[in-house]
């Protein structure tokens, strides 16, 4: 009897482990790709409107499309970029108010590149 409780044991353990590792790689596909270094960072809560929104230059060609977008996906402003950043001018100031706005940067077919990304305005 001890030779079967051992090895209804080592199964046990051997059945407990793989679950463990299936359950991590379930969970590393939900998670998706890791954060991209934006700027301002996605989720961030800001006391004032950025005055530009910049990301990695490998996350996007030198000549893109910058979309500012209202949370309900409305377009509040669009500029055509050289590079991997841009200030916003003020007419786009003027249409962000408090609470979230997106952004998202597109190439020149149009297909995202990049986003949406969130920051929210505090009151």
């Known amino acids: 009897i001890p030779a079967a409780l051992a090895a209804s044991l080592a199964v046990l353990v051997g059945v407990g482990v793989m679950l463990r ?10 998670r998706g790709q890791a954060p991209i ?3 301002p960072a996605d ?13 990695p230059c490998a996350a996007a ?8 977008l209202a949370v309900d996906a409305s377009l509040l402003w669009r500029g055509e970029v050289e590079g991997c950043a841009v200030s ?3 007419a786009a100031h003027a249409r962000i108010g408090e609470g979230e706005t997106l952004w998202r940067v597109l190439d020149a077919n149009g297909a995202t590149l990049l986003g949406p990304i969130a920051f929210h305005v505090e009151p």
């Open 61 to 68: 060609p030198a000549a893109a499309t910058v979309d500012l």
């Open 21 to 30: 590792q299936r359950d991590a790689g379930v969970a590393e596909t939900l």
């Open 88 to 90: 916003l001018p003020t």
């Open 37 to 39: 270094a934006t700027q």
């Open 43 to 55: 989720g961030a809560r800001l006391a004032k409107v950025p005055l530009r929104l910049a990301w």
